[in-house]
């Protein structure tokens, strides 16, 4: 029979694997890094220069900041006289609307066609002054530049006159001067009041006056060519700045200035080629250094494809969000919340994972910011008492008060470098105390993408957990409901697997979701099991014991499928089917070999398909739930009888192979022997006889 070959080996194909992630993860991180030069001093104003005297290495302009630049711009446009274009037509259109509007009027007495005549006159007269002056849009009268600007150019015909603002009129006070003027005309003319009393001045009333755009920006590109960006020029050889001198306004300038014209000439001459490779070399070391903790102090974790993508996905995530912050300036860096990667990692992996990959996200971000030392320091130290504080998320307030410890812990080791660095309090920056804050609650979001994360990884979570031992869960309540025996049973079987495995070591609030999940597939078939049979009824009576134990050790693969129903998370379905591993239906299979010849075919009906336990916490499920079930058979519970039940499932366990994959040590066997014989008396304990009551 031809078998096809395989070129590559599981592991071979995992180390693969791995190395094509570490090689993207450092592609990706590379190109989250500033791609110019990295300036090498580190300063703020108002502090001390820590660095040796700096020289001038070459000429360099002293470059004007944007602040600067911005208040001579505006100086500059402040004193430009704005241009405005006389619209002609918006005058005779609306003298000729008005012409139109007066020639509808009807003379009311006999001399009213003469009195309309001079009416018409009169106001044809008053706005063709108003016109003639100019009316400006009330937009252009409130906007704050034109405001402040004493005069105009007004072009008529491509000749300019300037004119004072104050002496043009708005759509208002050109009204105003209109309604004025009429009330005049209804005192010296009585009989024109009934002509004038419905008349509208405002209906023949429009700006002339339109603001010349192209012009203007015309105007505006011609001053600005003029407009100086340099301070000034510092020779080489000059002396910039002394060591422990404080950074002041102008050599902070002047610093500046160096380190932007120190950047760009670094990325365009040939030397380009080594910033590429120093910026490589440093994302290698530190992807290495990451690589060597993991493959000695986690190196389980490196097995799983999962959980290292998982890793390096957040840390790239990271890291990219921290270099888009600081490439578009909008934010402070600070703002980030960056202690959420850690405990993102602390929830789903462990606490040397998160403190570590926090410590090397904040050194590759270090390498980005003003102020690195100060930057790392506050990174590492906060992300590390957070993921101390948070311990195990089992409860939403617990974020909450963590998110106040992020806060408490970034302000008070903020305030101390800046003592340690000033030693004077009115020099510290109490702005960032604000950006700290809005951290804080930025990182309450660890809540919702702790959700997301879950769902997309498949990790659980131990809120996932807590929720899933709920006994109003649809799959407990139906276990209650339908086999209440196993229910009781695997009650027992979790507090006793939660407690064992406290005392060893290990997850409590997975053992204890996986012991209320792990007879599951009872629910199916609950009357052919002893612990929910009506006393002298059961149905095994009239099977087969093969029939029988087809039955019993179907229960597995029916628990996995209603698992897999209701969308029970992996790590609890592990335990419905290793929590018999490959053991025997021992009553059913001596009862068969007391009957019959015992062949090989007939050896596999009796034996559960496994497979074995992997973890502490499903081979602890596996000997409580053993040592529960064989407990209740007892005739007479008292220590001696409990201590050998313990000592013998143990060592049918291990006789048989079943804790072969387990991670347990004899210490830890021993452990566990002790606890189960003292829970078991206790929970079996005899009670004192009261005694007769007598007349």
């Known amino acids: 029979m031809f078998v096809k070959k395989r070129w590559l080996s599981p592991k071979q194909s995992h180390r693969i694997f791995l190395a094509l992630l570490f090689l993207v993860t450092t592609i990706a991180l590379y190109f989250s890094l500033p791609q110019e030069a990295r300036f090498k001093y580190e300063y703020q104003k108002g502090r001390p220069w820590m660095h040796a005297t ?12 944007e602040q600067e630049l911005e208040h001579e711009k505006d100086s500059l446009l402040k004193v430009q006289t704005p241009y405005f274009v006389y619209a ?82 708005t759509l208002k006070s050109a009204y105003n001067e209109i309604h004025d003027k009429l009330d005049e005309l209804k005192v010296v003319h009585p009989d024109w009041k009934i002509y004038l009393d419905n008349f509208q001045p405002e209906a023949f009333l429009a700006s002339n006056l339109m603001y010349d755009q192209e012009r203007n920006r015309q105007v505006e590109e011609k001053v ?70 993991l493959l000695n102090i986690r190196r389980k974790l490196m097995r799983s494809k999962r959980d290292i993508t998982f890793i390096m996905i957040t840390l790239s995530a990271m890291v990219a969000c921290c270099s888009m912050v600081i490439r578009y300036g909008t934010f402070d860096i600070y703002v980030v919340p960056f202690t959420a990667l850690a405990l993102i990692l602390r929830t789903f992996l462990d606490t040397r994972i998160a403190i570590f990959v926090n410590m090397i996200a904040a050194l590759l971000v270090g390498f980005m910011v003003a102020n690195g030392y100060e930057f790392v320091l506050l990174q590492i130290t906060v992300g590390s008492i957070a993921v101390i504080s948070l311990n195990k998320m089992q409860r939403r307030e617990q974020l909450i008060f963590t998110a106040l410890i992020i806060f408490l812990s ?66 407990l309540k139906r276990l209650a409901m339908e086999a209440p025996g196993t229910m009781h049973h695997s009650l027992q079987v979790a507090n006793l697997s939660e407690m064992a495995i406290t005392k060893i070591g ?46 019993i050790i179907d229960h597995v693969e029916r628990g996995v499928e209603l698992a897999k129903k209701h969308q029970i998370p ?48 499903t081979a602890v499920v596996m000997l409580a739930d053993s040592i529960e079930a064989a407990s209740r058979s007892l005739l007479v519970k008292n220590s001696e009888n409990i201590r050998n039940l313990v000592e013998n499932i143990f060592r049918q366990k291990v006789e048989l192979g079943q804790l072969e994959y387990a991670p347990l040590t004899f210490k830890d066997i021993r452990v566990l022997k002790d606890l189960f014989h003292e829970k078991l008396i206790n929970i079996y304990h005899i009670r004192v006889n009261y005694p007769e009551i007598k007349n």
């Open 506 to 551: 290990g997850n409590p609030l997975l053992v204890r979701a996986g012991s209320l999940y792990h007879d599951i597939g009872k629910i199916e078939n609950a009357g052919y099991f002893i612990e929910n049979q009506i006393i002298g009824i059961n149905p095994h009576d009239n099977l087969s014991s093969q029939e029988s134990a087809e039955i």
């Open 570 to 617: 992996e790590q609890i379905i592990d335990f419905i089917r290793t929590h018999h591993g490959t053991t025997k239906t021992g009553y059913f299979y001596h009862k068969y070999i007391s009957d019959n010849v015992l062949d090989a075919a007939s050896e596999l009906k009796f034996s559960y398909k496994g497979p074995l336990p992997t973890t502490r916490e």
């Open 88 to 169: 002609d037509s918006v005058s005779r259109m609306e003298l000729a609307l008005l012409s139109k509007e007066i020639d509808r009027i009807k003379p009311v007495k006999a001399n009213g066609t003469m009195q309309v005549i001079a009416i018409k006159f009169k106001l044809t007269e008053m706005y063709t002054q108003l016109y003639k002056v100019g009316i400006l849009d009330q937009n252009f009268v409130n906007n704050s530049a034109l405001s402040k600007k004493p005069s105009l150019k007004i072009l008529q015909n491509n000749v300019g006159r300037e004119t004072q603002i104050a002496s043009l009129y």
């Open 224 to 293: 600005l060519e003029n407009l100086s960006t340099n301070h000034g020029i510092v020779q080489e050889g000059e002396r910039i700045i002394s060591q422990g001198d404080i950074v002041s306004a102008r050599t902070y300038t002047i610093l500046e200035s160096f380190r932007i014209t120190f950047e760009k000439n670094r990325g365009e001459d040939s030397k380009y080629i080594l910033i590429v490779l120093g910026r490589a070399l440093l994302v290698v070391m530190l992807l290495l250094t990451l690589y060597l903790f």
């Open 410 to 475: 970034y302000s008070v080791i903020y305030v101390g470098i800046s003592l340690v660095q000033e030693a004077n309090l009115s020099s510290i920056e109490w702005l960032k105390i604000k950006w700290f804050a809005l951290n804080a609650v930025l990182t309450l979001i660890t809540y919702l993408l702790i959700y997301i994360l879950e769902k997309s990884f498949g990790f659980v979570s131990d809120v996932t957990l807590i929720e899933l031992t709920f006994s109003n869960q649809k799959l």
């Open 54 to 65: 700096l020289f001038a290495p070459y000429n360099f302009a002293i470059i004007k900041s």
